[in-house]
């Protein structure tokens, strides 16, 4: 075990921090962490762009956008406190001489946290600058952020670029969906409570259904956008890891590697979707102009910037199957797209219906139990139910109720935890079990790649939907072929 290991991070460099991560989430993410005063005390931070910054002008920058990004709930005392840690170093990330400057500024032989919130195709440079002024050392951890390549073969590239200089324990693949409470509290649902640990396989369970629904569109994003689209955005990463903690088995504890290995179980069991299954498995769709909260919105093809003949999609729906014992015979049913109604992501696992209806008066076939996670906006766990209308009647009447557990209710309004909070604290204290091992990333490649070549064999342009709807039609036929309905 390095030294790497052994204890919390006493610097961080944070590489683009003048970009958009930095100023959305990571500066917010680590003011909060400051102010519940978890942060080490002489913990140093050093913001690292090509940016022309002084330190107190940087410290500024990163005032104002804490103040843009959480607006009236910072404190001024902790703000002080906070940009207090920041310098700033100018640094072309091409350029060894700046790496020189760097080590300048660090302490020698204190564990630092090398966080990588810039493209993914430049990570091998950075770590390779790190490398040659004895900075990828074994006191040193790397934070990824995704996508990490497009496809398999440029995925382990920039995996053996990184693995060259630093091990497998020292790098910290983020997705920030395994930060968020309610994706963590799967393990809790799961593995805490026998209601559900006794019936969670296919003898209970009928189907699942996985959304992740944004409103919103590129955003000015076109170009990193067209050239990675919803299927490598959202698919590959956020919903394949969201799959593999809903249908894994119970891992020996909770530590990093129990629990990565049984993901990874689930990933190579999911079966494959090619040219010989692609149209009764997978959908993709491309948003045209619509209304969206009684606004006119832009197509795909008609946002600024847009390539008219692009055929990048917007929209994916998949039936997944994993071939093992426990889930033999269940479809999992992922669903991703932009300019939908609203904002909105969550899994519902239906139970199977009971086999005998005494109720029938009320339902000719009873309403399958359902339960219900939500991820956001309005993050908790709600479990649908049926259950006796009150009142005298000479017959029982029930009806579905819901038992509603919203964290922002259980918690009494206390502040739901940000993903990133929870992960840099977890990066920072040298805990890996939040963070995707490379087998994961390349095993998701391997079956993402697979529908991906098939749509790219059909020559099919992607199915149309209305911005604002809930996607293409062949969407929902796609479910509707096993006699079901999205929930929604």
Known sequence: MTQNNLQ??????????????SRRKLFAALYHL????????????????????????????????LATFIGSEVTEDVVQRFTA?????????????GYTRLKAELKEEATTLYYLATPPAIYGMICEGLNAHQLANDYARVV?????????????????????????????RIDHYLGKETVLNLLSLRFANSLFSTNWDHNCIDHVQITVAESVGIEGRWGFYDETGQMRDMVQNHLLQILSLLAMEPPTDLSAESIRDEKLKVLKA???????????????????????????????????????????????????????????????????????PRKHSEVVIYFKHQPHNIFSHSYA???????????????????????????????????????????????????????????LLTAIDGNQSLFIRRDEVEQAWNWVDGIMDAWNSTNE????????????VASIALIARDDRNWDE
């Open 270 to 340: 999911l079966r494959p979707i090619n040219k010989t299954n692609i149209h009764e498995k997978a959908v993709r769709g491309q948003y045209a102009k619509g209304y969206l909260n009684g606004q006119e919105v832009p197509g795909y093809l008609e946002e600024e910037g847009a390539n008219k003949e692009s055929t990048t999609e917007s929209f994916v729906a998949i039936k997944a199957e994993i071939d093992n014992w426990r889930w033999a015979g269940v479809p999992f049913y992922l669903r991703t797209g932009k300019r939908m």
């Open 365 to 423: 076939q009873l309403p399958a139990n359902k339960l219900t996670i939500r991820l956001q906006p309005d993050e908790g766990v709600e479990l649908t139910v049926m259950n006796k209308i009150p009142g005298i009647s000479n017959e029982i009447e029930v009806k579905e109720t819901k038992l509603d557990l919203s964290f922002s209710q259980i918690t009494e309004n206390t502040r739901v935890i940000d993903a990133y909070e929870r992960l």
């Open 34 to 65: 400051e102010s519940e005063q978890l942060l080490h005390g002489d913990l140093k931070i050093i913001g690292v762009a090509r940016n022309d910054y002084s330190d107190q002008e940087f410290q500024k920058f990163v005032a104002d956008n």
């Open 85 to 97: 840690r920041f310098t700033y170093l100018k640094l072309d990330f091409s350029d060894q001489s």
């Open 144 to 172: 990824m952020e995704k996508p990490i390549g497009h496809d398999l073969a440029s995925s382990q590239v920039i995996n053996d670029q990184v693995n060259r200089f630093f091990s497998e324990s020292q790098i910290y």
């Open 461 to 472: 342009l992607p199915k149309s939907y209305a911005a604002g709807s809930w996607g293409p």
């Open 8 to 21: 919390s991070a006493e610097q961080i460099v944070l590489f683009g921090a003048a970009g958009d991560l």
